[in-house]
């Protein structure tokens, strides 16, 4: 094979991949028409139907609410609004614990902390990147609250186990269902589990609507109070004229009516593209399980994984070559991956010198300390790499050059390794 593109040589793939997200005519079209109406957002922060906003809107919600087989669903402009929303309305306090993992995007924690709440985290399960039951029965305290369990990378996490712990210790469960739309758990669908779930359609997930995010639950107060969150916190009374009398602190969390239009073609379409992705990812994984020092971790029984991204282990003694550098060698050949996913949310400043005020007053015993979460640390800094290329318009030709990639990587370690020492 030629040169590593990392030591000046041709790079493996010239062209780039397939653009994501795909928006076809449908898209287009559906946003002229809001465009012509003149209609951008038709919230109002006052009683009647419009503070439920626009026919986009809830147009959007119901049709995710029967994707899902939930009384109700609740747009909001970004999944981090939707999960402070879920937070509040699951009646957490300030001071109070939510146990979330630490392996997961900021907001899935921060999103306490704007409830003047604390994160405390629970490590991973070394079989599938997501929350452990037993380190959350670990981090339990008389001032916990919720349990986030995050369903990464398009596979869910261990609900059942999950579910047991908060009802033994009468807690809200908020299912993270970020990365995984239409994912299953034991043949149910993720997000319908817990008492609410979160969906985010920012333009890199499975389907977008360029920014915005989904509450769903069957449970009509967690409803209503995400609603009064999203929208000033003005209370719906019939018949009284307009007043801006907040009934709870709330936020303008409102989605508009063009990100509406484009969700509700997006989602449409959902089935479609996890099923590309689910083959692109199979397709790719049994390759990769063919070499050796590279391994998919297998679903378990009855789950279906939407594949947001696709995790690979990495074992740095089969391979021969350090994991940074592997990553950055495929990098350099035109092929997009990362080592680990997102560093453990506790290294982060916001959990030491730049703490938010509540700290000053938080009684409870939340560790932030490294090495409080070993398995997350240990996927992150050494064993893990992704890729998130696995994605519709991509097709097998694609997967192909990714292969092709790695193995004039892992071909060429020798010298990879000689010209990086010296």
Same mark, same amino acid.
């Given at each position: 094979m030629e040169k590593l593109a990392l030591l000046n040589g041709i790079a493996l793939r010239q062209k780039p991949f397939p653009k994501h997200p795909m928006i076809g005519i449908e898209e287009k079209k559906a946003v002229l028409e809001v465009l012509e109406s003149g209609k951008l957002s038709t919230f109002i922060a006052a009683p009647g139907k419009h503070f439920l906003g626009g026919e986009k809107i809830r147009e959007f919600e119901r049709i995710v609410a029967e994707y899902h087989n939930v009384?109700?669903?609740?747009?909001?402009?970004?999944? #981090?609004?939707?999960?402070?929303?879920? /937070?509040?309305?699951c009646g957490v306090q300030p001071g109070e614990e939510v146990i979330t993992t630490p392996? #997961?995007? &900021?907001? &899935?924690?921060?999103? =306490?902390l704007m409830a003047n709440a604390i994160p405390v985290f629970a490590d991973i399960c070394d079989d599938d990147y997501n929350i452990d039951p037993e380190d959350i029965l670990k981090k339990i305290s008389p001032l916990s609250k919720v349990i986030i369990p995050v369903h990464l990378f398009g596979n869910s996490a261990?609900?059942?186990?999950?579910?047991?712990?908060?009802?033994?210790?009468?807690?809200?469960?908020? +299912?993270?269902?970020?990365?995984?739309? !239409?994912?299953?758990?034991?043949?149910?669908?993720?997000? &319908?589990?817990?008492?609410?779930? @979160?969906?985010?359609?920012?333009?890199?997930?499975?389907? #977008?609507?360029?920014?915005? %995010?989904?509450?769903? #639950?069957?449970? +009509?107060?967690? =409803?209503?109070?995400?609603?009064? /969150?999203?929208?000033?916190?003005?209370?719906?009374?019939?018949?009284?004229?307009?007043?801006?009398?907040?009934?709870i602190l709330g936020w303008n969390y409102r989605m508009t009516e063009v990100d509406a239009a484009i969700g509700i073609e997006q989602f449409k379409k959902l089935d479609y593209f996890n099923t590309e992705r689910i083959k692109l990812s199979e397709y790719l994984t049994n390759k990769i399980n063919e070499i050796p020092g590279l391994k998919i971790l297998p679903l378990a029984e009855r789950n279906k994984s939407v594949y947001y991204v696709l995790p690979i282990e990495y074992d740095e003694e089969l391979i021969g070559i350090?994991?940074?550098?592997?990553?950055?060698?495929?990098?350099a050949e035109g092929i997009s991956? %990362?080592? !680990?996913? =997102?560093?453990?949310?506790?290294?982060?400043? @916001?959990?030491?010198?730049n703490k938010p005020f509540i700290y000053n007053y938080y009684t409870g015993n939340a560790n932030y300390a490294p090495?409080?979460?070993?398995?997350?640390?240990?996927?992150?800094?050494k064993k893990l790499i992704i890729t998130i290329l696995c994605r519709p318009p991509a097709d097998f030709e694609d997967m192909n050059d990714i292969i092709k990639a790695i193995k004039k990587v892992i071909e060429h370690k020798e010298e990879l390794n000689r010209n990086v020492n010296n």
């Open positions: 009384e109700y669903a609740v747009a909001f402009n970004s999944a #981090t609004a939707a999960l402070h929303a879920a /937070v509040v309305a392996y #997961t995007f &900021t907001s &899935t924690a921060t999103c =306490a261990k609900m059942n186990q999950i579910i047991k712990i908060a009802k033994e210790n009468n807690l809200k469960v908020i +299912e993270d269902c970020a990365q995984s739309p !239409g994912a299953l758990y034991q043949g149910r669908k993720v997000g &319908t589990i817990g008492d609410c779930g @979160i969906l985010s359609f920012t333009e890199n997930k499975n389907i #977008t609507s360029g920014e915005g %995010g989904m509450l769903i #639950t069957d449970n +009509e107060e967690i =409803a209503h109070i995400s609603r009064l /969150v999203r929208n000033h916190g003005e209370a719906i009374i019939a018949g009284q004229p307009r007043s801006y009398n907040s009934s350090k994991r940074d550098l592997f990553v950055k060698a495929l990098v991956f %990362g080592a !680990g996913y =997102a560093k453990p949310l506790y290294y982060s400043p @916001i959990y030491h010198e090495g409080s979460c070993p398995i997350a640390e240990e996927k992150h800094f």
